[in-house]
């Protein structure tokens, strides 16, 4: 198949499908679909690790064709935490990333929240925003749902 009919055929899902395709997008430093993800929208926002808020495609495009500089990124979703409606969907994960570092490839983590929204193109991340954690963060705190009567 020839390669963007591949990226459409990833498009045209659920928010699911898109993650999967924004995450493939990092491993394989494919500027291309990883904006393919995004909604074309003035106002989608990225957020990276200790970075500031980066608004517009333009923008957007820009820090990931400077990350891609360095190499891929690999990041692999992790604990998944879903808020679906009719026309929006927000995924709540952990990113376990691979960081090149003096001594070697180490394990980072990553907490990180990736909206998406139903649009014309079918459904497109409209904000990503990921803040620098530790392992510890693979321990979740969440309190069991009480019962309202």
């Not at 500031?52 to 495009?61: D, E, F, K, M, S």
């Not at 935490?81 to 980072?108: D, F, M, W």
């Not at 620098?132 to 705190?141: M, S």
Request: with cysteine; net charge negative; hydrophobic share 40%.
């Amino acid at each position: 198949m020839p390669r963007n009919k591949l990226q459409a055929a990833h498009l045209e899902g659920n928010a699911d499908e898109v993650e999967a395709a924004f995450y493939d997008a990092l491993r394989r430093a494919d500027i291309e679909q990883l904006m393919a993800c995004w909604a074309d929208e003035d106002e989608i926002v990225c957020v990276h690790p200790g970075g500031p808020r980066v608004v517009g495609a333009a923008a957007i495009r820009a820090t990931f064709e400077a990350m891609f500089a360095n190499g891929s990124i690999r990041a692999r979703p992790q604990q998944l935490r879903k808020l679906e409606s009719v026309g929006s969907c927000v995924h709540h994960l952990i990113e376990q990333v691979e960081v090149l570092t003096p001594q070697g490839p180490r394990e980072a983590w990553v907490i990180a929240t990736n909206v998406y929204h139903r649009t014309a193109q079918g459904w497109r991340l409209v904000a990503h925003h990921a803040s620098p954690g530790t392992p510890g963060e693979l321990q979740e705190v969440s309190l069991a749902p009480q019962i309202l009567h």
